[in-house]
């Protein structure tokens, strides 16, 4: 029984952490309709920005995490308007962008830190103990925070003058553009706010587990798969997306072999595609 | 203006003669040594490359050894190793590009380097057509990679079952009440080679493996659901065959935070503060793994020379990773002087018939007929560390490892 309650709760913990991963993203490719294949490399970014403010330059972890989240805005708005602006509407070469940022990120911090095995310290140390079963808090508080911000991000989507001009440019840029909305401020805001997010996962996942140069790619396929299977379009969508992939991913290896439990959660989402093509909650993209 | 002229001309004679008298000298007055080209084949990019970038470094310090030891004597002849470095970018076919430029491009008859099973495997379709000599900084069992299939291959260190064998033996030293283990493996191919490895050995020191083994994939985020499942096996220890520090780290913070606190070790090589950097210093306790560090006692000339060199060079003491890197490089150049021939033939002869050869953690053997049908690894002794309290633990050598 205890097994059982540990499962649930990790499943809900897991779950959590790939919501966190995933709004980023999900946010950019709903708003800019771009692919950041670069997400993940971003998020890798983040972590390592708050590993050094905390721990080199020895900043309040809290501080860090915010200073990390505000620098890779600032680095979203350089990617907004000198990377993705000048393809704007041409979707394959923002992917062919986000792809090369990949590997320029990646090289850079392997070059500069990568023979390093780092982990940020807790945010926050300790167990919690409910009847005979442990959860630690480090983690219970990574999925409250991304449970958190994706309702922030939710909300600050449909009730700010911001949010709203971001839907409008997501359904139709041309007919927002006419309405008199700034499609390109609106773009920045978008990646500004999808690096900042990628920074806060990067950063409280980089503590959870660790620190490495290629933790970005993981993460990103499981990003792609909550998104792809919660909508494009839907941020909100993105909760049940993520509940599904982190429910498979804590409760399958339990019982079959890492390869079934892949399989299984590739052929669901691979199913659910041939059901519904813009996923749960999405919409369909030009 | 006569003599004058004649004191001009002699002036000119004597220069031409002695300009040609130095022409004829020179190459006996700073005879170069000759040139003895190692390709290193390692991940610098790709998703192994942290640690992998520390093997190419470790093939450098080696490279520095041997030349300022005056390099490798082969007839009476100096020759210096040069190092022609490739990236395998962690993919199979990354391997097999690197393995083609250094074969047929850069002309290489001698490889070193290179760890993950995929990736071996993927570089002896290359080398073994072309004859082409192989020292594997790891192994993990799989026919692949090494066996009486592949000639021209040998393993520079214990790999995986080397350490299968040492670690057991260990554990039942160490913690004798354990009766029974449960076993983490990546699910990199390596699992039926390996399963049947642990169990042999671990019965050979009166524990038996309980349940099926916990198989994780490369590519795991999270290692809780793996911890769990070990858990409800219910063993007396945990042992894990293979991983990076991040992912032994993963598993051991896992295994903590769900309450597990029995013995848990290392059935490969690391190193512990690695380790505990990813898992955390709650998690470090009643961990073992084999890896040195500064503090393990009665250390070889050449670590102390690698954490020295290593330092200064590039700024930190991975050590075990160095070794690695060093010692493919190192047993390689043996191999070649004892062969006395840069023929690839005759050093793949040559080698095959040592009996000892130097590396860096000591004098090893070479071993390994029944285990991989052919006598081609390079088996030596392992210092031991752990984690205990938080804190990094030297536990000793151990000496008598055996790879039949």
Redo the contacts between chains.
Sequence with gaps: ME?IV??II?AI??SS?YVLAASGFALVLSIMGVLNFAHGAIYMVGGYACYQLAIEYGLNPWLSLFLAAGIMALFGLFLERFCFRPFYGDFFSSVIISIALIFIL??SI?LTV??????L??FV?G?FKVGGV?V?ME?LFTAVIGVSLLFALTLFIRKSKTGQQMLAVAQNSEGAALQGIRIHRVAAIAMALGCALAAVAGSLMGAV??L???MG???L??AIQVVILSGIGSIGGVLIGGLIIGTL??????YT???I??TIGLTIIIVLLLIRPQGLFGREMD | MKRNSLFKLRGGVSLVVALMFFLCMEPHATAKPKTLRIGFLTGL???A???E??HL?GAELARDWVNEKGGVTIKGEKYLVELVPEDHKCTADGAVAGATKLVYDQKVKYIAGTIMPFIIAAVTTVTEPAHVIRSVAYNCGTPQEFSAKTPYTFLSQNGTIGAIISGLKFLKKARPEVKTIAVFIP?DGSIPYLEPQVRKWAKNNGMEVKGDIV???L????F???A??A??INADAVAMANGW??MI??VLKALR???YHKPVIGLHYSQAK?VM??A?K?ASDNYFIHGINTNTPQKTDIVKWILDRGQTK?G?Q?VAFFIEGFDSVFVLAQAIEKAQSLDTDDVKNAWEKMDDINTAYGLAHMEGQETYGLRHAVVGPRAIEGLEKGAVKSFGWMRDIKVP
Excluded at chain 1, 114 to 119: K, L, W
Excluded at chain 2, 219 to 222: A, C, E, G, K, R
Aim: proline fraction near 7%; aromatic fraction near 8%.
């Design positions: 097994i540990e499962i990790n913990l897991l952490m990646q090289t392997n990568g023979v390093h095995v780092r982990s310290p807790a140390s167990m442990s630690s983690r587990f660790d490495n140069t290629f790619d993981l993460i396929v499981k991913d804590s409760v399958l290896p339990l072999t890492p390869a439990t892949q | 990019t790709g998703f490359s942290d640690s970038r520390v470094q699910d198989g994780w994939p590519n795991t985020v999270d809780t659901p793996f769990l499942k858990i409800k520090p991040a780290g993963g935070e769900n309450g690695d950097e990813v955390g709650e590039y930190h991975r």
